[in-house]
T-cell receptor, first 112, second 109 residues
């Protein structure tokens, strides 16, 4: 069966510090991968998606970036965090864009 | 533009039935999903509709009318553990997944 991991589960970072969140998927090959952010009490905002190694599409221009160094690894980064980067970050995967997405447990980021 | 509308919040009683509506305006349609999200947790997949009609899965059913741009999620025999947010999402013609803001369902004893 397929599983998706994210770490860390929670993170508190000062403004201006760097960020690296990691997501890995097991039990499938060539998944479509997604990074979402969810502000408190709000819906999901798609940040990045990837259909293959090194292929990243950005949905929202901001101070975040994503990379996919391996087939089942997806990394979300920032060089300098802003207060507005606080939120619940979710990684997801799907077989194809038209299939259901399965979510990792999420990382709760607080920028102070 | 593209948007999905859901009620922000609903309240229902344990043991009762509740219907959560979702209307959508998207550039094309390739399917509609319902997800459940408990507070502080990740969303989990509930159902998928691509053809008109009702899909039943245990206590949960989902209905779709493509001509009306409308779907609903029906929850029967409500349990306290059903207290959660329910997210509606539509795949458009470009295979982009458009998310609604979610409906927070509060179950009272």
């Amino acid at each position: 069966s397929q599983t998706i991991h994210q770490w860390p589960a929670t993170l508190v970072q000062p403004v201006g510090s760097p960020l690296s969140l990691e997501c890995t998927v097991e039990g499938t090959s060539n998944p479509n991968l997604y990074w979402y952010r969810q502000a408190a009490g709000r819906g999901l905002q798609l940040l990045f998606y990837s259909v293959g190694i090194g292929q990243i599409s950005s949905e929202v221009p901001q101070n975040l970036s994503a990379s996919r160094p391996q087939d089942r690894q997806f990394i979300l980064s920032s060089k300098k965090l802003l207060l507005s980067d606080s939120g619940f970050y979710l990684c997801a995967w799907s077989v194809n864009p038209q299939n259901e997405q399965f979510f990792g447990p999420g990382t709760r980021l607080t920028v102070l | 533009g593209q948007n999905i509308d859901q009620p922000t919040e609903m309240t229902a009683t344990e043991g009762a039935i509740v219907q959560i509506n979702c209307t959508y305006q998207t550039s094309g349609f390739n399917g509609l999903f319902w997800y459940q999200q408990h507070a502080g947790e990740a969303p989990t997949f509930l159902s998928y509709n691509v053809l008109d009609g009702l899909e039943e899965k245990g206590r949960f059913s989902s209905f779709l009318s493509r001509s009306k741009g409308y779907s609903y999620l029906l929850l029967k025999e409500l349990q306290m553990k059903d207290s959660a947010s329910y997210l509606c999402a539509v795949i458009n013609s470009n295979y982009q997944l458009i998310w609604g803001a979610g409906t927070k369902l509060i179950i009272k004893p």
